[in-house]
């Protein structure tokens, strides 16, 4: 599994990818934290970071799977997945590679936004006026939404070798469950099936971790639709190797 992480981080840092969708994430979420007149904290009046971690999730929907689609399918493409499969390898120990080098890098993603944290510390009346507990913890649920994310865009990349289907295949998924289950939620009104719908629903989910009490039960639903789509990565090798 190391080799496969090791290779991938490689990859990622000796192209231009890394760099591109970093610097993208950033200029996206800084514009919305510091510059637009509808969400930047000096306008805002609050010390929080509310627009951050409210939208930073639209931005992850698009580069989340920017980042996955080349996972297999590039390997598939060039031949060298058929390779991979013929070496004494485990499924498990590819895929678990292939998905903790591209968790890694969306969490290096991540890292320089806590600047936002030290910056709002500061400007706070008085220093320090921002709930700590809730920031961390939405910090928490954004790295679990992440690995959600890469699980369902490794997925999409495994089912076949074009990287622009992969792409909006795990665009599509993404999307559905962080906002279609909502929306079919509300659909239904305020019956049984309703409520299990909106339980399911990744946001839902997501804003329960920024309360300031990070709640295990998100944290447990969080990780096993990460084990769930893993899963599904794990028995499409299978039947590859078949």
Do not use: C, H
Not at 5 to 11: C, D, M, V
Not at 41 to 63: H, K, M, N, R, T
Not at 154 to 176: C, G, K, P, R, T
């Amino acid at each position: 599994m190391y080799a496969i992480f090791q290779k991938e981080i490689g990859s990622f840092f000796n192209s231009l990818i890394a760099y591109i969708v970093m610097a993208v994430f950033l200029t996206a979420v800084g514009l919305i934290v510091w510059v637009f007149p509808d969400s930047n904290i000096l306008d805002y009046g609050y010390a929080d970071l509310a627009s951050f971690f409210y939208l930073s999730p639209y931005v992850l929907l698009f580069l989340i799977p920017a980042i996955t689609m080349r996972s297999f399918a590039e390997e598939s493409r060039n031949g060298t997945l058929e390779l991979l499969l013929t070496k004494p390898l485990r499924n498990s120990d590819l895929i678990l590679g292939k998905l903790l080098a591209n968790w890694v890098l969306v969490a290096l993603m991540l890292l320089p936004t806590l600047l936002y944290y030290f910056s709002v510390y500061q400007l706070g009346n008085p220093v320090g006026n921002i709930d700590s507990a809730g920031v961390f913890g939405s910090y928490i649920g954004l790295l679990l939404f992440s690995g959600v994310l890469v699980s369902m865009g490794i997925w999409a990349s495994a089912l076949n070798d074009n990287q622009i289907v992969s792409f909006i295949l795990a665009v599509f998924i993404a999307f559905l469950w962080y906002v279609g289950f909502g929306a079919i939620s509300a659909l239904l009104g305020t019956g049984s099936l309703a409520r299990l719908f909106s339980w399911m629903a990744l946001d839902e989910q997501y804003r329960s971790l920024g309360k300031g009490l990070v709640d295990s039960g998100s944290v447990v639903y969080l990780l096993s639709v990460m084990v769930f789509f893993t899963s599904l990565t794990f028995w499409r090798l299978e039947s590859l190797r078949k």
